[in-house]
């Protein structure tokens, strides 16, 4: 199965173990507006906060590229403080699992 669909599949069972596992244990996230970059425990802290909200909600999603080297999607969030978001990510791969994922948001409200 590719790594998008198990992503989506996490995501939608809000199955914070099952999303950690696709992660590389070197794993970085780097938020473009921010330029904050996350390692992998820094991220999982936010997470299982996050997916542990309701209002915390991926309202589509979809796969714009993948291969063994590469996965770039599009998402629409909404978030627990009424915004919603147009959501960039573009994720590099290693061993089947994400090494480093970058996002790029647009705020839609």
């Known amino acids: 199965m590719a790594i998008y ?3 989506n599949a996490t995501m939608a069972d809000r199955d914070t173990k099952a999303y950690l596992d696709l992660l590389h244990e070197d794993c970085v996230f780097v938020f473009h507006k921010s330029g904050n970059e996350f390692s992998k425990s820094e991220w999982a802290e ?3 906060g996050m997916m542990a909200n309701d209002k915390f909600i991926q309202e589509s999603s979809r796969c714009v590229y993948e291969n063994d080297d590469i996965l770039v999607t599009h998402n629409f ?3 627990p403080d009424g915004t919603r978001e147009a959501v960039m990510g573009v994720s590099t791969l290693k061993d089947g699992q994400i090494i480093r994922m970058e996002t790029g948001a647009t705020l839609l409200n």
């Open 46 to 48: 936010m997470v299982t």
């Open 5 to 7: 669909d198990q992503l």
């Open 77 to 79: 969030m909404s978030y």
